[in-house]
């Protein structure tokens, strides 16, 4: 069974540009979820999905993050325009409620920095 | 805002000892505990999850847990080489919409040497 996969795995762009980052989650997993690491911090919540709708955005940042997953499979998570205090590790996440409860198998990431 | 607290180490022990991790959350309504290892520059691996007070056991790993302590370990016996990484204390949300995220701690750096 495939993993969760994301890319790219690492991208450099300047402030002010965009940046899309996508996840492909578990296939069959409904739940879908975003996570950011910052240098230094713990690993932060972000987004979740459950299939195409957006159950708790809560996390997210600020107006400049925009998450979508259209049809319920990938999703993409676009920052525009991307500031300086945006440069991380973006993990995905993905889950299927049922006999292992909430356990989430995390993708390899994707390392943004922005210069 | 929930906490998740861990010893920050670095963590050091020799080949075949047992090594221990610890956690503390803030939130007493917590169900559901996880432990992953991170290897540098890799994904977070989920080796063990937690429900119930007490101890479980996987191959070498064992995960405790003690709610009224608010209380979380992991031991890892006959420690390898291998086992060197970063083990990130993992809480699930409870309630409402936060139902399903989990919250991280910083992470202890385990370094297991021969």
């Known amino acids: 069974e495939a993993g969760v996969t994301q890319f790219p795995s690492h991208s450099v762009i300047e402030k002010g540009q965009t940046v899309t980052l996508r996840c492909d989650p578990i296939?069959?997993?409904?739940?879908l979820y975003w996570y950011r690491r910052v240098m230094g911090k713990e690993i932060k919540f972000l987004l979740h999905?459950?299939?195409?709708?957006?159950?708790?955005e809560s996390g997210m940042p600020n107006n400049r993050f925009l998450a979508e997953r259209t049809g319920g499979t990938y999703s993409t998570l676009k920052v525009q325009p991307a500031e300086l205090e945006d440069s991380g590790v973006y993990f995905c996440?993905?889950?299927?409620?049922?006999?292992?409860?909430?356990?989430?198998?995390f993708g390899p990431g994707t390392r943004l920095t922005v210069t | 805002q929930k906490e998740v607290e861990q010893n920050s180490g670095p963590l050091s022990v020799p080949e075949g000892a047992i090594a221990s991790l610890n956690c503390t959350y803030s939130?007493?309504?917590?169900?559901?505990f996880f432990w992953y290892r991170q290897y540098s520059g890799k994904s977070p691996e989920l080796i063990m999850s937690i429900y119930s007070n007490g101890d479980k056991e996987d191959g070498r790993f064992t995960a405790q847990l003690n709610k009224a302590s608010q209380y979380v370990s992991l031991l890892i016996r006959d420690s390898q080489p291998s086992d060197s990484a970063t083990y990130l204390c993992?809480?699930?949300?409870?309630?409402?919409?936060?139902?399903?995220?989990?919250?991280f701690g910083r992470g202890t750096q385990l370094t297991v040497w021969p």
């Open positions: 939130d007493r309504g917590s169900q559901s």
């Open positions: 999905f459950v299939k195409e709708s957006k159950q708790d």
């Open positions: 296939s069959g997993h409904d739940n």
């Open positions: 993992a809480v699930i949300g409870v309630g409402g919409s936060t139902l399903g995220r989990l919250y």
């Open positions: 996440a993905s889950s299927q409620p049922g006999a292992g409860g909430y356990e989430q198998y």
